[in-house]
């Protein structure tokens, strides 16, 4: 392995082949992902140079990061808005209209109310369902802003994926509690 036989400098979009972009195609990012660490495993250089041993190891890990980074929408959209120079901070502290955050707090006491329903299950997949389709539409609206370079819309919406990633997040540990019972 020599170390220009790959260019870890650029950023994750060039790293996998990728534009850079918003919408992916999922299984060229996997199929790049598979290829590069068929390559760059460190089990590949077991018996090369200590120099070329710890290079394995650091590009293998490069490629695992920024693997991670593209396949999940919310990363990946942080990540753009990261490339554009807008810091977590900058973005976090994008305006969310009102409508947006009462929708949240509802959603919230859905999914903390479950515990007192006879049957949660179906109230579960349907808040389930509905935080996934807003999650989406946010998302959309995240790729249709980026595109247009209106940062400041990707990032209001990107502040919204955050929100709604959590609250997914929460409601499927709910659902794994469920189903525990």
Known sequence: MTSSSYDFRGNFFELFGLPVAFAIRRDALGDRYRQLQGELHPDRFSNASQHEQRLAIQYSARVNEAYEVLRRSLSRALYLLELQGLSQEEISRQQIDGGFLITQMELREKLESLAELVDPDEVLEHLLAEIQDDLAQE???????????????????????????????????????????
């Open 139 to 181: 998302e959309a609206a995240f790729g249709r802003a980026f595109e247009a370079a209106d940062f400041d819309a990707a990032a209001a919406a990107c502040v919204k994926m955050q929100y709604l990633d959590k609250l997914l997040k929460e409601a499927e540990l709910a659902e794994a509690d469920l189903l525990d019972e």
